[in-house]
């Protein structure tokens, strides 16, 4: 099974600033790499898809890169909104496997 | 705009069985793949199956393999879970999604075994 390594597991921000969440898998997936969002007692939503392709709706403030096993999600300007814990997945084979989660808490 | 609604989570004993559905509506569910993905209290995703857009393909994670079935009934836009042999470390939220990309998510049903 590919194995999704994120870091780091938790992390403090203010409002207004700039993170960066690296998501490292096992063997090479390609651009197969997916980031959602969570929110507590809610479901997860897709934020981009195909590493760096953003989901319609989805600001612009977030941004994916990557390919090949290392991954990154930035948030340029961290929102009221976005904290929440961030989970990676690669879609590339089976079984589909995620990333542990990273809780982006407030400072 | 796109919805997916689960049911038929509850309590059920260990060695018991659940089915579980998700409702889909506001696009063509015979054009897309379909997973369940299920999320034990406190801990991380997992995903647990997924089955072809035509039902040709279905694959599971290893930790059902044998004990869940994946199916669809594309007239009805419905996706299904049976659940069988279900063990206390099946505790968990269960949701449906759409696609390869899990692009919409339902709001999840909660399974509960214990005795």
């Known amino acids: 099974d590919i194995q999704m390594t994120q870091s780091p597991s938790s992390l403090s921000a203010s409002v207004g600033d700039r993170i960066t969440i690296t998501c490292r898998a096992s063997q090479v997936i390609a651009n197969s790499l997916a980031w959602y969002q969570q929110k507590p007692g809610k479901a997860p939503e897709l934020l981009l898809y195909?590493?760096?392709t953003l989901k319609s709706g989805v600001p612009s403030r977030f941004t994916g890169g990557g390919s090949g096993t290392e991954f990154t999600l930035t948030i340029s300007s961290l929102q009221p909104e976005d904290f929440a814990t961030y989970y990676c997945q690669q879609y590339y084979t089976t079984p589909r496997t995620f990333g542990q989660g990273t809780k982006l808490e407030i400072k | 705009q796109v919805q997916l609604v689960e049911s038929g989570g509850g309590l059920v004993k260990p060695g018991g069985s659940l089915r579980l559905s998700c409702a889909a509506s506001g696009f063509t569910f015979s054009d897309h793949y379909m997973s369940w993905i299920r999320q034990a209290p406190g801990k991380g995703l997992e995903w647990v199956a997924y089955?072809?857009?035509?039902?040709?393909?279905?694959n599971y994670a290893e930790s059902v393999k044998g004990r869940f079935t994946i199916s669809r009934d594309s007239a009805k836009n419905s996706l299904f879970l049976q659940m069988n042999s279900l063990r206390v470390e099946d505790t968990a939220v269960y949701y449906c999604?759409?696609?390869?990309?899990?692009?919409?998510w339902g709001q999840g049903t909660l399974v509960t075994v214990s005795s």
């Open positions: 999604a759409r696609a390869r990309s899990l692009d919409y």
């Open positions: 089955i072809s857009s035509s039902s040709s393909f279905t």
């Open positions: 195909g590493a760096s």
